[in-house]
């Protein structure tokens, strides 16, 4: 049985766990980090300038969707594939679809914020690889908000045959967590982190294809 029948997810966007964790990982770092760095690359900003080692505010892409992320989505693909099916309230489609909108209002909402608080300005909210992130994110929301519990009542269940895929889990939240933990203190501490920690970078105000840096 797929995983995605397994948890009563939505359509296509839960296939992500249906086809091993290596695809699950691979999906989940293409869709986060890959077009959002390949959109950034074609806006005209160069390779080596995308690539987070190379700016000093960017644990949360760094280590959290560079590596704790997909690590994240993969070893929850291992942990439900061993699962029985599942029923609750977490397997119908009303609460399916409710976690899909409400990340796509918690997205949105974190770049009305950003917007008022002098982040980013419009004409970068509205360039490629920012609208993508915006977009992205609310998916991701959904692949970790929809396997959460299904997650935990496996997890529980299945100790002695994937305990380390449990581990993995656990690992994936606690590192996701903390890279994105840093780069706040980071964004608090030095102001030049206000525009170098999320992934769209900066943007000359109004163009986004001249680069600063």
């Keep these: 049985m797929l995983v995605s029948n397994k948890i009563g997810g939505l359509p296509l966007i839960s296939s992500i766990f249906d086809h091993g964790p290596s695809a699950a990982y691979g999906i989940a770092f293409i869709a986060g980090f890959g077009i959002v760095c390949m959109l950034m690359v074609l806006e005209g900003l160069s390779f080596r300038g995308v690539m987070p080692w190379n700016r000093p505010f960017y644990w949360a892409a760094l280590w959290g969707d560079f590596v704790f992320l997909p690590l994240w989505v993969g070893m929850v693909t291992v942990v439900l594939e061993r699962a029985a099916p599942m029923n609750g309230f977490y397997t119908s489609p009303w609460w399916h679809a409710s976690l899909l909108i409400g990340g796509f209002i918690v997205s949105v909402s974190i770049e009305v914020g950003a917007v008022k608080a002098g982040q ?19 998916i991701v929301f959904y692949w970790l908000a929809s396997s959460f519990i299904p997650v935990i009542l496996a997890s529980w269940s299945n100790l002695a045959s994937a305990g380390w895929a449990v581990g993995g889990v656990i690992v994936g939240v606690l590192g996701f967590l903390a890279a994105n933990s840093l780069d706040w203190r980071e964004l608090k501490k030095d102001p030049r982190a206000k525009t170098d920690t999320h992934l769209a970078g900066t943007y000359i105000p109004w163009d986004w294809h001249p680069r600063r840096y």
């Design 120 to 138: 980013y300005t419009m004409s970068q909210e509205f360039s490629p690889s920012k609208l993508w992130h915006t977009f992205i994110f609310g």
